[in-house]
Antibody
Framework: EVQLVESGGGLVQPGRSLRLSCTASGFTFGEHAMSWFRQAPGKGLEWVGFIRSKVFGGTIEYAASVKGRFTISRDDSKNSAYLHMDSLKTEDTAVYYC?????????????????????WGQGTLVTVSS | QSALTQPASVSGSPGQSITISCTGTSSDIGGYNYVSWYQQHPGKAPKLMIYDVSNRPSGVSNRFSGSKSGNTASLTISGLQAEDEADYYCSSYISAGTLVVFGGGTKLTVL
């Protein structure tokens, strides 16, 4: 079964840091880009950023709202992706989801754009409050 | 304000069909066939229902279908069932800046 499990959320004071983890199973993690999204309480979905697979350089893209404060990384040996959040603001309060997808994907000699996201982890709540 | 525009709510009776629209621009929906749709039940993670405008992932009911015309994408659910009641979000690749944009979500009520 293809599965993603996030961890690391919690209550943090404004200005502090937090690192979220996403552990994958059921697929070849290193072949896929991994993305992070968030959803503020009662609001819609917002893309946070994604990290490409090593085949595509492992480069990273961020949403403007988090660029310079958030850092996405991956450790293919641990089937894990990470979201390191610095200088947290109250408006960063949200459920954070990791998903598989984004950018280009190659399989069986064919490559294509994969701008859909599946599966999604269960999410982890980050509350930024004093 | 979301980059893509969806109706806040739609409703239908069991067995009926409904369509949810999602309007963008030539920089997102109109320029690429990278529209996807997600279903989200309260307190749950989103679930992919349609990708690349009209493709259905394995395991998703064929009652769900997607289409696109110009800058507007649509999700149609036929034969409405009680378990279809959820929030639905459209998403698209966008060529500048953000890369991925969403609609504000549509709450589907099955009467």
């Amino acid at each position: 079964e293809v599965q993603l499990v996030e961890s690391g959320g919690g209550l943090v004071q404004p200005g502090r840091s937090l690192r979220l983890s996403c552990t994958a199973s059921g697929f070849t993690f290193g072949e896929h880009a991994m993305s992070w999204f968030r959803q503020a309480p009662g609001k819609g979905l917002e893309w946070v950023g994604f990290i490409r697979s090593k085949v595509f350089g492992g480069t990273i893209e961020y949403a403007a709202s988090v660029k310079g404060r958030f850092t996405i990384s991956r450790d293919d040996s641990k089937n894990s992706a990470y979201l390191h959040m610095d200088s947290l603001k109250t408006e960063d309060t949200a459920v954070y989801y990791c998903t598989r997808g984004g950018g280009r994907y190659c399989s069986g000699g064919s490559c294509y754009s994969r701008w859909w996201f599946d599966p999604w982890g269960q999410g982890t709540l980050v509350t930024v409050s004093s | 304000q979301s980059a893509l525009t969806q109706p806040a709510s739609v409703s239908g009776s069991p067995g009926q069909s409904i369509t949810i629209s999602c309007t963008g621009t030539s920089s997102d929906i109109g320029g690429y066939n990278y529209v996807s749709w997600y279903q989200q039940h309260p307190g749950k993670a989103p679930k992919l229902m349609i990708y690349d405008v009209s493709n259905r992932p394995s395991g998703v009911s064929n009652r769900f279908s997607g289409s696109k015309s110009g800058n507007t994408a649509s999700l149609t659910i036929s034969g409405l069932q009680a378990e279809d009641e959820a929030d639905y979000y459209c998403s698209s690749y966008i060529s500048a800046g953000t890369l991925v944009v969403f609609g504000g979500g549509t709450k589907l009520t099955v009467l």
